[in-house]
């Protein structure tokens, strides 16, 4: 007997997610290492152990799979940002300067591909672009929280200072896929505690 009608539409919802997420998998090693537009739907599938039908129903699009891809890697991104606000309480200046050694950190891995987010803003331009906006919204995000943090330090200028730690960010990030550990990265702590340091008063 195949079961009930019930029965059937359990199945179906339960082998649909096991479906998406080996495709999610898939695309998040391939996006990361390759590239979003480098990477086409036959080798997602092909890596997967899907069909293109199956893709298509727990995607719309491949842009849509993209953004999901992002949202995915953003969860870690704001889980690392976390751990370090964590470590601190009540104090920003190290939480900052922790976060930053966790990202020097990061670049020294030999499978380092810079941010993915910022990568995914560099890959499309297109103001409408599902990825675009997941990454912009993680960018302006990031810059909103360190104002907040330079803010609770009594910075002389909180956007200023939170300016300055968000394009050290961004530039460690592009320094780390050309040096990795033997560069920029070991100083990324040191620079935006010097950063901090010549914002704040006293």
Known sequence: MSGTPDQAAEKRGATKPRAAERILDAARSLFYREGIRAVGVDEIVERAGVTKPSL?????????????????????????????????????????????GRVGGRQAETDYRGCALTNAAVEFPEPDSPARAVSEANKRELRRRLEAMATDMRARDPAELADGLLMLFEGANAAGQIFRSDGPARSLAAIADRLIAASIDG
Do not use: M, N, T
Not at 65 to 85: I, K, N, S
């Open 56 to 100: 298509y129903r727990s995607f719309p699009s491949k842009d849509e799979l993209a953004a999901a891809y992002l949202r995915d890697y953003e969860d870690g991104f704001w889980h690392r940002f976390q751990a370090a606000v964590d470590a601190h309480p009540g104090d920003p200046r190290a939480q900052i300067v922790d976060y930053f």
